[in-house]
């Protein structure tokens, strides 16, 4: 059996998020069905995260394992052909049989969308953010600060999967501003059920001046989810770069 990468992206708005599910419309049930009719035989695919309903991704890879002799540089537009306009394949590899989306991946990058004004833009519905309040970028910025480095983050975490531990380490956590847009760019070896999402809303709380910057690594230290800030909307979340390394196969997407 061959083991195949395949490099995607999407538009989250119409599904209940990346895992199969048996009810909801999801992008990864939508895959494997595109998948199936392609290579003729069910397929199982593994998704480097599972991304959440109404959560988009800029870049996303899953894997899977086929019997198919279809080369893996024709595969994209075999799937192309099954799938909807808001999911596209972009790529696919043959890659060792150990490789695994989300088991290789070695960190992440998410990025949140904030439209930053009152007057509503309909090119940002469901595509980020519309916060009404003027937020100052440096406030932003100095509350984001104190997420860098490895910390116990279950002070931003929603109840939901359960894992081994809840410590991550966040590489770099940067917030930029280009007219009304404030981008969030947050990368992690690990991210927690809706930590990204709570990590921009906890950033908003200080610049509403809820809470003071400096006061992030308490919140944090004493895991009291109630004491940070909300989750941002779904939106306005996009999975934007992955790392992937592991010992026999490496490469950056995004």
């Known amino acids: 059996m061959r083991n195949i990468a395949l490099f995607l992206k999407y538009l989250g708005t119409a599904y209940h998020g990346w895992q199969v599910q048996k009810r909801d419309v999801t992008v990864g049930g939508t895959l ?33 394992r086929t019997d198919s002799r279809i080369p893996a540089d024709r595969l994209p537009y075999a799937l192309n052909t099954h799938l909807p306009d808001d999911i ?39 595509r980020a953010w519309q916060y009404p309040v003027r937020l100052d970028e440096a406030v932003l910025q100095r509350a984001a600060d104190r997420f860098v480095g490895e910390h116990d983050f279950a002070a931003v975490r929603s109840v939901g999967t359960e894992v081994r531990s809840t410590v991550r380490t966040v590489y770099y956590y940067n917030i930029t501003r280009e007219e009304d847009l ?7 070896n690990g ?3 809706n930590m990204a999402r709570a990590m921009v809303g906890t950033a908003v709380y200080a610049a509403e001046g809820k809470i003071r910057p400096e006061e992030v690594g308490d919140i944090l230290q004493k895991g009291d989810r109630s004491a940070a ?3 941002a909307p779904a939106g306005g979340l996009y999975l934007t770069k ?13």
């Open 32 to 64: 494997e069905r595109a998948a199936q009719m392609v290579v003729g035989h069910e397929v199982h695919m593994t998704g480097c995260g599972r991304t959440d309903a109404g959560v988009h991704a800029q870049n996303y890879v899953a894997n899977f």
């Open 88 to 126: 596209s394949v972009t790529g696919a590899m043959e890659v060792p049989d150990e490789f695994n989306a989300i088991g290789s991946c070695v960190k992440k990058e998410y990025t949140y969308l904030i439209y930053n004004s009152s007057l509503r833009d309909p090119f940002y519905v469901n």
């Open 182 to 188: 404030l981008r969030f760019y947050i990368c992690a």
């Open 191 to 193: 991210f927690l059920y």
């Open 229 to 231: 800030g909300p989750t």
């Open 242 to 254: 992955l790392w992937y390394d592991d010992g026999k196969v490496a490469f950056h997407v995004g």
